[in-house]
């Protein structure tokens, strides 16, 4: 889902070709250090400890680890090992802000946010569509790169027929307005 979530945000985003295919099979592959994570963690119904946490926060650099013996796959490898970072900084595994942030991670943050915020979790329901897209929505340009958040959500909303409101700006910042995105009345 992550993949072709990804694939979908690239092509509202007209990167195709040798980029679109390597960001697209990081994608696929984002997640691949969960195998390293034990069960009890992946699984578990509730809130994970701190502890736990930090366990679970391996898993980029795990996945990283693990296929960094593909040198011709070197970029696919930092996507995956940074897919956890958040444009502000306050990310895994590196604390990487803004666009030292690999643009293919970028992107693969979007997606999987989103198929995580929409798919039932051990611990939580899957939220609605709307709500998951709202979120992404208020994440721009803190958690997320907003320009990627922007072409999601018009693909998205397209592909859903779904019409989000759009949060006011917050103090200092421009709007970030996607195209299919109008101001609430």
Same mark, same amino acid.
């Given at each position: ?17 040798? %980029? ?9 592959? /984002? ?50 090992? /940074? /897919? /956890?970072?958040?444009? &502000? ?17 970028? =992107?693969?943050? =979007? ?42 959500? &018009?693909?998205?909303? %397209? ?27």
């Amino acid at each position: 889902r992550v993949a072709d979530l990804t694939r979908q945000t690239l092509s509202q985003l007209k990167i195709y070709g040798l %980029e679109a295919e390597i960001i697209e099979t990081a994608a696929r592959l /984002h997640d691949i250090g969960k195998i390293g994570i034990p069960d009890g963690i992946l699984q578990k119904p509730g809130r994970l400890t701190a502890e736990e946490t930090a366990v679970m926060q391996t898993h980029s650099k795990k996945g990283a680890d693990l296929l960094s013996k593909y040198k011709n796959f070197s970029r696919g490898v930092s996507m995956i090992m /940074h /897919h /956890h970072e958040r444009w &502000d900084g306050t990310g895994y595994p590196a604390g990487l802000s803004g666009y030292a942030i690999p643009f293919g991670a970028r =992107v693969i943050a =979007v997606a999987d946010s989103y198929d995580a915020m929409t798919s039932e979790r051990p611990y939580r329901s899957a939220l609605d569509n709307r709500q998951a897209i709202q979120i992404l929505l208020e994440g721009r340009g803190s958690q997320w790169d907003a320009n990627v958040v922007n072409a999601f959500v &018009d693909m998205i909303s %397209e592909r859903l027929d779904v019409k989000p409101q759009v949060m006011p700006a917050k103090q200092g910042m421009l709007p970030l307005m996607s195209k299919t995105i109008a101001n609430p009345p």
